[in-house]
């Protein structure tokens, strides 16, 4: 499964280590990540994403249904 936020879309990015010699090495930096069962109101269903931390405080801030319509997603009712 791709490291990538379903909502923000932040996904891994690369850099470098660097020692205390200035030696660099190539590393990545992965997006904190969560599994979330978050309930859907208008739809009265539950929805499993993965979301990072920053995702899951804009869903606390403006809803679920509004972070998905800006994301560009439809939950299609099985």
């Known amino acids: 499964m791709a490291k ?6 932040k996904k891994t990015v690369s850099g470098n280590n ?13 997006p904190n990540l969560q599994n ?3 309930f859907l109101e208008e739809e009265g269903i539950w929805v499993n994403l993965r979301v ?9 801030k403006l809803g679920l249904s509004q972070a998905l319509r800006k994301a560009g997603l439809e939950i299609v009712k099985l």
Do not use: D
């Open 36 to 38: 979330k069962r978050l």
């Open 18 to 30: 660097v020692s205390h010699a200035n030696n660099k090495t190539r590393r990545k930096f992965y």
């Open 52 to 60: 990072s931390t920053h995702a899951i405080r804009i869903i606390n």
């Open 4 to 9: 990538v936020c379903q909502i923000t879309g």
